[in-house]
């Protein structure tokens, strides 16, 4: 399976409502975004903003959720390359598609900060994906 997209956006990355697990009782709720680094920004930064993301979950004691990363891949004159620009990310069972999402503490805000000072989220879908 290919999946090319492009850029990352992170408001809404806590924001997907609850009900989303309603409409998706037989599957796994999704939130996938492309991101965009920015100029000043990198991969590394990105990238750790990503492991203190999950860090908060686990310090928030969920465990179920799964933040994959994936490099977005261009075609230059016909050419396969991994994009510089771009990074596709995967939170798997986000606690808000059930309605668990702990409260924004100053823990979230400071890899929040980390995602804006590296990234930006230019596609943001919530998915079913089959169990």
Known sequence: MKIILSAFCLTAVFAVPAMAADVCA?????????????TNGSRAGFDKAVQ????WYRGKGITTNK?????VIEFNGGKPTVSAKEVLSIHYDPPAATG???AQDDGYKAF????RENSDITTEKSVCLPK
């Open 26 to 38: 037989n599957g796994q709720v999704a939130i996938i975004r492309v991101s965009t680094l920015k």
């Open 112 to 115: 929040v900060k980390e995602f």
């Open 52 to 55: 203190d993301q999950i860090a």
């Open 67 to 71: 933040i994959v990363e994936a490099n």
């Open 100 to 102: 668990k999402q702990p």
